[in-house]
C-alpha cells in the first residue's frame, strides 16, 4: 500500500537525523514503528545495526526487524540482541555508520553498565531511537534517551533554552520530585502535563517523528480517501505507570515471567525488569535464551548502589539450607544449615543490603515451605525482623500450593511487603482449576526416558525396604488423572518422586525436561502461548533447573494483586 503519510514520516525521520545525529520514532500509526525504520535504514548509506530485544528479532514472527529488512530489500543490516552489548562491542564498531535501538526506553537509566556500552555503541554514529512516546518517561529518562546522540552541556538544538540539556531536564526533573504522587496525585498529574508540554515544545519538536490518527485525519484526509482507510473508534488512552522490577538469584526467570504476565494484563502498566542476578552459568544459558540477556553473576560480588533504580525487588533466595532436604543432607556431612551456613544461608543479607540501599517500594521473596520451622522457627523471625524492624517494611506471608494451578504438590512460602509499613499485602484466592497430569505428557518421547531394568528393580527393592522399616521412602508412580509429587532439582538422578506408568507389566518412564517445564507452568503452546518456552541445555541441567524454579502461574496470580495494590495505592509515580 502506498501512503504519503508513511513516505513523509520517513523523510522526516531521514532529515532530522541528518541535522541532529538522532531521531525518535514513536506511533507511527498505519505502518509500524518498525516498518519506518526500516524505510529509514533503505533511505540511509552505510551499515545499520539493529539493537532489540529477541521477540522483534525471531524470524518466526513476520513482523521482526530481520524479515522487514528483507522485505523492504535492506541488505546492509546486522541484527543483535539488547541484552548482549558486550558481543557488539567485542565484535568491532567500526562497520556502522547507524544504530537502530528498539524499545529505546528501557536504557533510560544513566548509571547503568548496560547504558554506558550503549553510549559506546551509538558514538559517533547516527542513532535512531524506536520507542513508546518518549513523553511517558520522566525528565531523566528523556535526557539520558536524547544524550545517546547529543552532548549534554551543548546540544545542536536551535532553542536557546535547552542547549544544556542536562541543566533544563534536571530543572524539571526537580519540579516533579518536589511533589507527593500519593498524598497530592492532582498536582502531581498537572506537573507531569505541563513538563510534557515543555518537552513536547521546546525539544521533541525537533526529534521525533510521531504520526498520530489525529494528525493523520487532519493533513492527510485525501490519502486516506483513496486508499479507503478509516480508523476505528477508540477510547482515550490511560495515563502510563512504568515499573520498574529487579530479578535476584532468578534461576532460569520464572518469578520474571510471573511478573511480566501478570503486567501484560492491566491497561496502561509498562513493566520493566532493570536488573538481573544468577550465578548458574547453565540456568544464564537458559535465561539469555529466554530473556535476550546475560544476568549478573555472584550477586555477593556487584555493589548494591549500582543497582539501577527499582519499585519492586524480587528473588527466591537459595532453597537447599532451608530445606528439609537440604538440612538432611548437609547434616549428615556435617556441614552448617541456615544462617550459619556462610555460602547460601546468608545469602538473605545480600538481599537486605540491596533493598536498604536502593529502597524499593516493594519487595516479593519465595522459599520452600521448610523455611517457617527451620531451626525452630528462629530462620524465619530473623528474616521478619530484618525486614520489618531494620528496614521498616510490611511484611505478609503465605504458605501456597501450586497443586490448584498445575498438576504438582508445590508447597513455598511467599513473602511480600511494602516500604509503608502501613500497607498490608493481600493475598489472593487460588482458584482450583482441577489440572490433571495426564494433560500435559508428551504424546510421543525418546526411549532413553524409560527406566533401565537395573534402575527400576533397584527403586522398587529401595522402596520395600524403607515399607519394612515403615518409612515412607520410595518411588512415586503418578496418577496423572491427579497431581504429581513435588519436583526437586535431583530428579536428573533416577526421576523416582515422578514416574509414569507405560501400563502392561512395562517399566515406567520420567518425565521429559518439556514435560517438567509444563509441571511448572512455564509458557508452552499447549497453554495456548504463541511460543515454547526455550531450553537450550542438557537434559541434566534441565532437570536442575525445573526442579529449583517456580510455578510459574502462581507467581502470576500474586504478581497481579502486587500490582495492582501498588497502583491503587499510588505509591509509585505515574509519567
Not at 518422586?497 to 518439556?514: D, Q
Request: charged share 25%.
Amino acid at each position: 500500500m502506498d501512503l504519503k503519510y508513511q513516505k513523509d514520516a520517513v523523510q522526516d525521520a531521514k532529515q532530522i537525523l541528518e541535522e541532529y545525529g538522532g531521531v525518535f520514532i514513536a506511533d507511527v500509526v498505519g505502518l509500524g514503528k518498525t516498518f519506518t525504520g526500516t524505510l529509514l535504514a533503505r533511505e540511509l548509506d552505510g551499515r545499520t545495526l539493529v539493537v532489540a530485544p529477541p521477540g522483534l528479532l525471531d524470524r518466526n514472527n513476520p513482523g521482526s526487524w530481520p524479515n522487514a529488512f528483507g522485505d523492504f530489500g535492506v541488505r546492509q543490516g546486522e541484527f543483535e540482541s539488547i541484552g548482549k552489548l558486550d558481543s557488539i562491542i567485542a565484535n568491532g564498531l567500526d562497520r556502522f555508520k547507524n544504530v537502530i535501538i528498539d524499545e529505546s526506553h528501557a536504557f533510560r537509566n544513566e548509571e547503568t553498565q548496560r547504558y554506558e556500552k550503549l553510549a559506546q555503541i551509538c558514538k559517533g554514529k547516527r542513532v535512531v531511537l524506536v520507542s513508546a512516546t518518549p513523553l511517558n518517561n520522566t525528565p531523566k529518562d528523556i535526557v539520558a534517551q536524547i544524550k545517546l546522540f547529543q552532548d549534554g552541556h551543548k546540544s545542536t538544538l536551535p532553542n536557546p533554552a535547552v542547549r544544556d540539556l542536562d541543566a533544563y531536564f534536571s530543572q524539571l526533573q526537580r519540579k516533579l520530585d518536589k511533589v507527593d504522587r500519593k498524598k497530592n496525585s492532582k498536582e502531581y498529574i498537572r506537573i507531569v502535563q505541563e513538563n510534557a508540554e515543555d518537552i513536547r515544545k521546546n525539544v521533541l519538536n525537533y526529534l521525533m517523528v510521531r504520526r498520530t490518527r489525529t494528525v493523520i485525519e487532519k493533513y492527510y484526509k485525501s490519502d486516506l480517501k483513496i486508499q479507503g482507510l478509516k480508523f476505528p473508534k477508540i477510547a482515550d488512552p490511560k495515563p502510563e505507570l512504568n515499573i520498574k522490577i529487579a530479578d535476584l538469584f532468578a534461576g532460569i526467570g520464572g518469578i520474571r515471567l510471573g511478573f511480566e504476565r501478570a503486567a501484560s494484563k492491566i491497561d496502561g502498566l509498562n513493566m520493566s525488569c532493570v536488573f538481573s542476578s544468577e550465578w548458574d552459568k547453565f540456568a544464564q544459558q537458559t535465561y539469555e535464551a529466554n530473556f535476550g540477556e546475560i544476568p549478573f553473576g555472584d550477586i555477593t560480588k556487584i555493589e548494591p548502589a549500582s543497582i539501577p533504580d527499582l519499585n519492586i525487588l524480587c528473588g527466591g533466595f537459595p532453597c537447599q539450607p532451608f530445606s528439609i532436604a537440604g538440612i538432611s543432607k548437609k547434616r549428615s556431612l556435617n556441614k552448617p544449615v541456615g544462617f550459619d551456613d556462610k555460602a547460601q544461608g546468608n545469602l538473605f543479607f545480600n538481599i537486605a543490603e540491596i533493598i536498604r540501599t536502593k529502597q524499593p517500594e516493594a519487595f516479593f521473596l519465595e522459599n520452600v515451605k521448610n523455611l517457617e520451622n527451620h531451626d525452630k522457627g528462629n530462620t524465619f523471625r530473623v528474616i521478619k525482623q530484618m525486614l520489618t524492624d531494620d528496614l521498616g517494611y510490611s511484611f505478609s506471608h503465605k504458605v501456597i500450593n501450586a497443586k490448584y494451578l498445575v498438576p504438582q504438590n508445590r508447597e513455598r512460602v511467599y513473602m511480600v511487603g511494602f516500604r509503608d509499613p502501613e500497607i498490608k499485602f493481600d493475598f489472593p484466592e487460588i482458584p482450583n482449576l482441577q489440572p490433571k497430569l495426564g494433560k500435559i505428557l508428551v504424546k510421543k518421547y525418546d526411549p532413553k526416558y524409560v527406566l533401565s531394568d537395573h534402575l527400576w528393580q533397584y527403586l522398587q527393592d529401595y522402596a520395600e525396604k524403607h515399607r519394612l522399616k515403615g518409612n515412607g521412602f520410595g518411588f512415586g508412580l503418578a496418577n496423572i488423572d491427579g497431581c504429581s509429587r513435588t519436583l526437586s532439582a535431583r530428579y536428573y538422578k533416577d526421576g523416582s518422586e515422578i514416574l509414569i506408568s507405560r501400563g502392561g507389566g512395562k517399566n515406567p518412564r520420567r518425565l521429559t525436561p518439556r514435560e517438567c517445564a509444563r509441571l511448572q507452568g512455564f509458557p508452552d503452546r499447549i497453554f495456548g502461548d504463541k511460543t515454547n518456552f526455550k531450553i537450550p541445555v542438557s537434559d541434566t541441567q534441565a532437570y536442575k533447573q525445573f526442579g529449583n524454579s517456580v510455578s510459574v502461574p502462581v507467581i502470576e496470580r500474586i504478581a497481579g494483586s502486587l500490582l495492582k495494590q501498588v497502583i491503587d495505592t499510588g505509591i509509585i509515580n505515574q509519567s
